[in-house]
């Protein structure tokens, strides 16, 4: 932690600009990974809502900071709905607000939804997602319609989304290692024997979601205040596409896995970047493609499921004895059972 903190100072002092943006990424990135695996992993439930998530916590934070003055210079086609208009908050109060607005929504949700299973669920929350995209495309007097919403004020920086991250990481390493934790895994591995046993599995689901969106608005909120513009373009199933990713190669079911792919995705997606811009290669001139690095992407995941099916950490988690062991046994030595 220490570290951690150390590293930050020196971002945010020496760091360029190009180089703290992509750690903010990092950090909210992490945040929606460990949320997501939490009930895609933990719980076991296959769901697709994160950019649905995203969208909510991201306008609940933007309308909330934005000044009375700035709404009536951005809402240019209909006035904003009052008393929307004229609220105007704090940055840690909008993100507390973005977080209990989204899981409100999840909760709302999740009642029906969890009524059924499997690929049906996925199939509800993804059109959950397609439909707050169509809200938000329409409901013109909050969300400003196609135009979205400008010039937010730029109140991310490297304190808020990695101590938000950490705070995040810490509430949900510490559900999974409680009783509620064990309750998800068994609802994972047997919903009809969990509630043989006792356990109320729609409860728990429902529990799972609900965290898992609260989480997911607050990094909505950070994203939307990092970019300063946000529309309804931006939340498209791609997030949900690349977050997907990132559990699934980090290893379904691991927060410490989620926390070293989004690491990896993210600062890759950056450094990938070359690869769809044109350049010279071998005397050969390549105009580059546009959406190559998705391609690698998925390339990359395809990899992992054929060496790794489980995905780089499994369901295991990182600790320390584990690389004390590591050690031993390559040193020749006996690693502690």
Known sequence: MGLLLL??????????????RILNQIAIFIVLAVSYNLINGITGQFSLEP??????????????????????????IEPMLWPLSQIHVSFPVSLVA??????????????PVFRVRGD????????????IHVVANNLVKVTNGPLGLKGLPAYTNLWWSWGICIAA?????????????????????????????GINAFRIKTLAFTLSGFFEGVAGGLLAHLITTISPSLFTFMF??????IIVIGGLGSTTGSIL???????????????????????????????????IFSMLLIGVMIISPRGIMGRSEFTWQKCFDVMKKLRGGRPRS
């Open 7 to 20: 590293f930050l100072w020196w971002a945010e002092n020496h760091a360029s600009d190009y180089t703290i």
């Open 51 to 76: 950019n649905a998530f995203l969208a909510i916590g991201a306008y609940t934070s933007a309308i909330l900071t934005l000044s009375p003055e700035e709404k009536a210079r951005s809402f240019i």
């Open 120 to 131: 049906y669920l996925a199939i509800v929350t993804l059109g959950f997602g397609e439909v």
């Open 169 to 197: 990481v810490f509430c949900i390493v510490r559900l999974v290692n409680s009783s509620y934790g064990r309750a998800m895994k068994a609802v994972r591995e047997d919903e009809t024997a969990a509630n043989a046993m």
């Open 261 to 295: 792919a989004a690491v990896l995705i993210t600062a890759g997606g950056e450094f990938l970047r070359f690869v769809e811009e044109p350049m010279t290669i071998f005397g050969f001139y390549y105009e580059g493609i546009p959406g190559m690095r998705m391609v």
């Open 240 to 245: 949900t596409f690349n977050l997907l990713i």
């Open 98 to 111: 973005a977080g209990f607005v989204t899981a409100f929504f999840a909760l709302l949700m999740a009642i």
